[in-house]
């Protein structure tokens, strides 16, 4: 069993930055491959970004592509998510998700993982 806990989020002017931290305990971490994802109001869960369990290969979404930066520490059983140039788009919860798998994978998707961590709400306004 894994427990995710995300942390960072808060409060961004249009064009700032802010930085996500995931955190995990309870299962050996480096067998997971570790997805952002956000929801915002009214709408679905989109995936933002995945990383493989090296953190080799990374996946963006195209609304996110020079903007969003993936990276994980597995010494730290953490992955971030820095977050610049933000638009007030980009306000939703963010959740990070894991899914144990033993490949790489090109895909970044809600319904493959099989942890979920709890939100952290992003507001990008001015």
């Known amino acids: 069993q894994l427990q995710l806990v995300e942390s960072g989020g808060g409060l961004a002017q249009p064009g700032g930055s802010l930085r996500l931290s995931c955190a995990a305990s309870?299962?050996?971490?480096?067998?997971?491959?570790i997805g952002w994802f956000r929801q915002a109001p009214g709408k679905e869960r989109e995936a933002v970004s995945c990383?493989?369990?090296?953190?080799?290969?990374?996946i963006y979404a195209d609304s996110v592509k020079g903007r969003f930066t993936i990276s994980r520490d597995n010494a730290k059983n953490t992955v971030s998510l820095q977050m610049n140039s933000l638009k007030p788009e980009d306000t939703a919860v963010y959740y990070c998700?894991?899914?144990?798998?033993?490949?790489?994978?090109?895909?970044?998707?809600?319904?493959?993982?099989?942890?979920w961590g709890k939100g952290t709400l992003v507001t990008v306004s001015s």
């Open positions: 998700a894991a899914r144990r798998i033993s490949y790489v994978s090109n895909r970044c998707a809600s319904r493959d993982m099989d942890y």
């Open positions: 990383i493989s369990t090296s953190g080799g290969t990374t």
């Open positions: 309870g299962s050996p971490w480096v067998y997971y491959a």
